[in-house]
C-alpha cells in the first residue's frame, strides 16, 4: 500500500513541477476559478486537474443561507470544469466544490476531501450602502490623532458606511466596554456590522485553549476580540483555573476577569478588526506615530495611491500533511485565477515584487515565522503586499509584545493580516467586492459550513487591521463642484480613471446616511439636481467600474468624493390685487424667477395659468413646476381692500413715507379705544413681523431696516374687523 501510494505521489509531483505548488497543499484544496458569459448567462467552474481523486462534487447556494442542501452535480476525477445555466445577471451565487481523496495522507481510512468555495457572478449589482461601523478608539490619542480620526470617518462615509466614533479608556474594564459596543449595536440593525478597534482598547482573554499544539507552555487564556463581536452569548469567569504557563499572561483563574470560555457561545453578530500597537517597542517609531502611519496608508489604499499587482504568492515552509499552504491556494486562486498564484519565497519576493495578497507559514515564535519575516524586519522592510495571512507557533496569540502579525499592519505598506489556518479563513467573497470584516465573520461563525473547520468557532479568530477595507479599489472623481443653476443645483467633475459610469448622492441635514439619486449610472461628468431643496446639502459621486475576477464580474463603486452646497430658495415675483369687500374682484400673478422654461401651474382653484382672477380675500395655492420636473408649492394672500369700513371705528390713517428706506410712520385715529393686532407679511404670504398697540389716537414708527427690499403689506385687525396697508421698501 505504501509503495503504491509512494508511486502516485511521484507522478503527481512529476505532473506538478511546472506548477510548483507543495503536494500537500495540493491535496488538500481544489484550485476554483470561474468565467462567465452574459448570452445566455452561465457560469463556468474552471479547477486544476488533479489525477488522484476520487470525483468532484458540486453545491450551489444563496450567499447568505446557512446550508448547503443538495448536491448539484459529480463529475469524474478527470473534469477540470462544470457549467451552471441555471443563473440570473446581477446575482451571486456561492459554489462549494469536494475533492473526495483516497486516505491520502493519513492511509487509515478516515474520508479526506480537498475543498473550494467560491462566490460568483454576472454583472452583479454595486452595493450603495453597506452598513455601519463603530470606530471604537482609544482615548489616548483623541487629540494627537483628531484630523486623522476625522478623515477615517469621511472616509468611510465615502464608501456609504454609516460611521460613528466613541472614546474608551485603555484602562476600562472590557465588560464596560462591551457595553458601550452592545448599546451602540441595540440601535444600529443593519446586516453588516463593523467594529473597529483602533488603539488600546481593552483586551479581552477567554479560554483554555491552544490552537498551535504548545501544551507545555501556550495553555490557557488567549486574546480574544471575538468576546466584542458577540452580542448575545453567555460569557463566564468561574470554572477555567490554569496557571500552568510562564508567566501570568495565559493564565486564567476564576474571577480573574478572564472568561472561561474556549468556543464563541453564540454567533458572531459583529464584523471586528484591531489597529493597535502598544508594546511595540522593536519599532523606533511611537504608538502614536504607528497608528498614524497605518491611518495614513489606509486613506491612501481606499482612494487608489497605492498601486500594487493583483496576484498572490504561497509560501509554505512545513512540510506536514495538513497542508498548510492550501489555505492560501483555496482563497487565492477565486481571487486571481491559479495562474496568478505563485509559491515563491516571501521576503525576498514581496520585497521588490507587489503581490495584493501573500501566505506565509513557517515555525514560528511570538516575533517571528522561520524563513518567512521577524518583527526586526518588519521594522525596516516595506514589503509589497497589502493583505497577508501568516502562520506559526505562537505569533497567533496577538498580544505578545512585538507580537508578529500586529508588526505586519505596522510596517510601511500591509493593511490587514491574519492568522491563517487556525482556524481556516474564507475570504472568497472578496473577489466579488466584500470587504474583509465579511471575511472576519463567515470565519468566526464557521462551525462546519466550510470545510476544513478546524478550530471553527474557536475564540481567537482575529484580524489586525481595517475590517472595512476591500480589496479592488477603483480611484475616485476629482474636483467636484456645485453651482446653483436657476431652481437647480449643476455638479461636476473630472475623471482620471474613465470610468463607464457614475453614481450621485445627496445627503441633508435630516439624512443619516447618503442618499442616491440616479438609479441607473450616468455616463456624462456633470449631473442636474433639479429639485433642489433649499438650504445646506452634501453630494457625493462615485465613479463605477465593471470588474472581472476570477469569480466573474460585478460592478466595483470608487471611493466617493463630496461637496457641500447652500441652495438658494426659489423666488417667486408676485403681483396681488386686493378684493373689495363683498366683491371677487382680487387676483394674483406669478412671475418665478430661476428655473427654466416651459413653465406649469396648477391652482388649487383648478386654473393652470400664471394668472388668477375673480378672487374673493382669501389664500391661493400653486403647484409650480418647470421643464426639469422641479416641482414647488406656493401660496398666496388676497387681501381685503384697505378702507375706513374695514376697521370699524376708523376716522383717518395713513403710512408714510412709501417707498420706506428704513422706518415707516402708520397713524391711525379711532373714535373708541381699540385693541389692535399688527402683522407685516411679504408678497410670498410669509409673516415677517408682528407687534400690539393699543389705544385710540397712535401714531406707530416701525423700523424695517432688516427687512430685504420688496413689495409687503401690514395687516391692521381689531375684534370687529381689518384691513391692509401696501408698502415698499428700497434698498440703498
Known amino acids: 500500500m505504501k509503495s503504491t501510494l509512494s508511486l502516485l505521489i511521484l507522478l503527481h509531483l512529476c505532473a506538478m513541477s511546472a506548477f510548483s505548488q507543495n503536494i500537500f497543499d495540493a491535496r488538500q484544496s481544489v484550485l476554483l476559478q470561474a468565467t462567465v458569459q452574459d448570452d445566455p448567462p452561465m457560469i463556468v ?10 470525483g468532484y462534487t458540486i453545491w ?8 448547503w442542501g443538495d448536491s448539484l452535480a459529480f463529475v469524474g476525477p478527470g473534469s477540470t470544469s462544470w457549467t451552471d445555466t441555471a443563473v440570473s445577471i446581477g446575482i451571486g451565487y456561492e459554489y462549494k466544490v469536494l475533492k473526495i481523496l483516497p486516505a491520502f495522507p493519513f492511509e487509515n481510512g478516515t474520508p479526506n476531501f480537498g475543498s473550494a468555495y467560491l462566490y460568483a457572478g454576472i454583472q452583479v449589482q454595486p452595493i450603495h450602502y453597506r452598513g455601519s461601523c463603530l470606530v471604537l478608539i482609544d482615548s489616548t490619542f483623541k487629540q494627537t490623532l483628531e484630523s486623522e480620526i476625522t478623515r477615517l470617518l469621511k472616509d468611510l462615509e465615502a464608501d456609504v458606511w454609516r460611521a460613528e466614533s466613541l472614546f474608551v479608556d485603555r484602562n476600562d474594564p472590557v465588560t464596560t466596554v462591551k457595553s458601550y459596543i452592545q448599546l451602540w449595536a441595540s440601535s444600529n440593525q443593519d446586516n453588516n456590522r463593523e467594529l473597529f478597534l483602533l488603539g488600546r482598547v481593552p483586551v479581552p ?6 490552537p498551535d499544539g504548545h501544551y507545555n507552555d501556550h495553555k490557557g487564556a488567549w486574546p480574544c476580540d471575538s468576546y466584542y463581536a458577540n452580542l448575545d452569548g453567555l460569557w463566564t469567569d468561574q470554572t477555567i483555573n490554569i496557571t500552568t504557563s510562564p508567566g501570568t499572561r495565559n493564565d486564567n483563574v476564576p474571577g480573574d476577569g478572564k472568561f472561561d470560555n474556549s468556543v464563541i457561545p453564540s454567533d458572531a453578530a459583529l464584523q471586528v478588526g484591531r489597529v493597535d500597537f502598544a508594546n511595540m517597542s522593536l519599532f523606533p517609531e511611537s504608538e502614536e506615530q504607528l497608528l498614524r502611519r ?26 506536514d500533511q495538513e497542508g498548510l499552504g492550501s489555505a492560501g491556494w483555496r482563497n487565492f486562486a477565486p481571487m486571481f485565477g ?6 515563491l519565497q516571501y521576503r525576498q519576493t514581496l520585497s521588490n515584487q507587489s503581490y495584493l495578497w501573500s501566505y506565509g507559514c513557517g515555525g514560528g515564535g511570538p516575533q517571528s515565522a522561520s524563513d518567512i519575516s521577524s518583527t526586526t524586519n518588519f521594522t525596516t522592510d516595506s514589503l509589497q503586499t497589502v493583505f497577508t ?9 496577538w498580544d505578545y509584545p512585538n507580537n508578529f502579525l500586529r508588526a505586519a499592519i505596522a510596517s510601511r505598506t500591509c493593511l490587514g493580516s491574519t492568522w491563517g489556518n487556525r482556524p481556516q479563513w474564507f475570504l472568497h467573497h472578496m473577489a466579488l467586492g466584500e470587504n474583509i470584516g465579511y471575511a472576519t465573520q463567515l470565519t468566526m461563525n464557521n462551525r462546519g459550513l466550510y470545510i476544513p473547520s478546524y478550530y471553527g468557532g474557536y475564540v481567537n479568530t482575529a484580524l489586525m487591521g481595517d475590517p472595512t477595507l476591500r480589496m479592488h479599489i477603483l480611484r475616485p472623481v476629482e474636483n467636484l463642484v456645485a453651482r446653483q443653476a436657476g431652481l437647480h443645483v449643476q455638479l461636476e467633475w473630472i475623471d482620471p480613471a474613465n470610468a463607464i459610469g457614475y453614481y450621485v448622492y445627496k445627503k441633508m ?24 431643496l433649499a438650504g445646506s446639502a452634501e453630494y457625493m459621486v462615485r465613479s463605477v467600474e465593471l470588474r472581472t475576477s476570477a469569480s466573474g464580474t460585478y460592478y466595483n463603486l470608487s471611493a466617493g468624493i463630496t461637496v457641500d452646497f447652500e441652495s438658494i430658495p426659489s423666488a417667486f415675483s408676485t403681483v396681488l390685487v386686493v378684493a373689495d369687500s363683498g366683491t371677487s374682484n382680487g387676483s394674483v400673478t406669478l412671475n418665478p424667477s430661476g428655473g427654466c422654461p416651459p413653465y406649469h401651474y396648477l391652482w388649487d382653484t383648478g386654473q393652470t395659468t400664471s394668472q388668477i382672477s375673480g378672487l374673493e380675500a382669501g389664500v391661493y395655492c400653486v403647484m409650480f413646476s418647470d421643464c426639469g420636473s422641479c416641482t414647488e408649492v406656493y401660496c398666496a394672500t388676497v387681501e381685503l381692500s384697505s378702507s375706513a369700513g374695514t376697521l370699524p371705528g376708523l376716522s383717518s390713517s395713513r403710512l408714510y413715507p412709501n417707498p420706506v428706506d428704513d422706518q415707516f410712520v402708520l397713524e391711525m385715529y379711532f373714535e373708541n379705544y381699540q385693541d389692535l393686532h399688527l402683522e407685516i407679511f411679504n408678497t410670498q404670504g410669509r409673516s ?4 400690539m398697540q393699543s389705544g385710540k389716537d397712535m401714531i406707530l414708527h416701525w423700523d424695517v431696516n432688516s427687512l430685504p427690499p420688496g413689495f409687503y403689506w401690514i395687516r391692521v385687525e381689531s375684534a370687529f374687523g381689518r384691513m391692509m396697508f401696501p408698502f415698499v421698501i428700497v434698498g440703498e
Open 45 to 54: 467552474l474552471n479547477w486544476r486537474v488533479d489525477t488522484i481523486n476520487g
Open 60 to 67: 450551489r447556494k444563496v450567499k447568505d443561507d446557512l446550508q
Open 205 to 210: 482573554y477567554s479560554g483554555d485553549i491552544v
Open 294 to 319: 497605518y491611518l495614513d496608508k489606509d486613506h491612501r489604499w481606499r482612494n487608489g495611491l497605492t498601486p500594487v499587482l493583483e496576484r498572490a504568492l504561497v509560501d509554505n515552509n512545513f512540510g
Open 338 to 343: 491559479s495562474a496568478k498564484v505563485l509559491d
Open 389 to 397: 495571512m501568516l502562520f506559526g507557533s505562537y505569533f497567533g496569540d
Open 509 to 532: 441635514a435630516t439624512d443619516s446616511v447618503f442618499q442616491l439619486l440616479n438609479q441607473v449610472p450616468q455616463t456624462s461628468q456633470t449631473y442636474l439636481d433639479t429639485c433642489a
Open 688 to 691: 415677517m413681523a408682528r407687534q
